[in-house]
């Protein structure tokens, strides 16, 4: 069975928390450290969510593209992101930063964590095939090293 769209589902999902995440860390106060991990869990989320800008040069805005189609440059500087080991230490690593003590913080990094977690054990379950995007980067990865 292909779960393709549910994992990417799951993905868009936790860009979102990231994202809602780090604008949780400016309050109820806003300092330094807040700031910081605030604005880079947005990237992290905004990452996951968009992939960033579009690999044509047009520079606009591509929604879902980490999630629909693969930039070159993502495969090369985070390959990490296209295994299910890989993804789920990201967002384990993810969800421990969110977590303290508002409950606006520990809800979306427990799910980002749990989330982690389980991709993390479906690393080790080989009937669940990966989703056809990292398949894809394993592929494109190959092709380079010729």
């Not at 949780?24 to 450290?33: A, D, H, I, S, T």
């Not at 606009?60 to 440059?73: D, V």
């Not at 890989?86 to 303290?100: A, N, Q, S, T």
């Not at 520990?106 to 993390?120: C, D, R, S």
Request: include cysteine; hydrophobic fraction near 50%; aromatic fraction near 16%.
């Amino acid at each position: 069975m292909d779960y393709s769209d549910v994992f990417r589902l799951v993905n868009l999902v936790i860009g979102v928390l990231m994202v809602l995440g780090g604008v949780g860390q400016f309050f109820p106060e806003l300092g330094f450290q807040a700031i910081v991990i605030g604005v880079y869990v947005m990237v992290f989320g905004l990452g996951i969510w968009t992939g960033g800008i579009c690999a044509d040069g047009g520079g606009r805005p591509a929604i879902g593209l980490l999630e629909f189609q693969i930039p070159p440059y993502v495969s090369r500087y985070a390959s990490f992101l296209f295994s299910f080991l890989g993804r789920g230490v990201f967002y384990v690593f993810v969800g421990c930063i969110l977590l303290h003590k508002p409950w606006f913080h520990i809800v979306p990094g427990t799910i980002i964590g749990v989330v982690g977690l389980a991709y993390v054990v479906l690393e080790f379950i080989p009937s669940i095939e990966p989703p056809h995007n990292m398949r894809d980067a394993d592929n494109a990865w190959g092709a380079e090293q010729v």
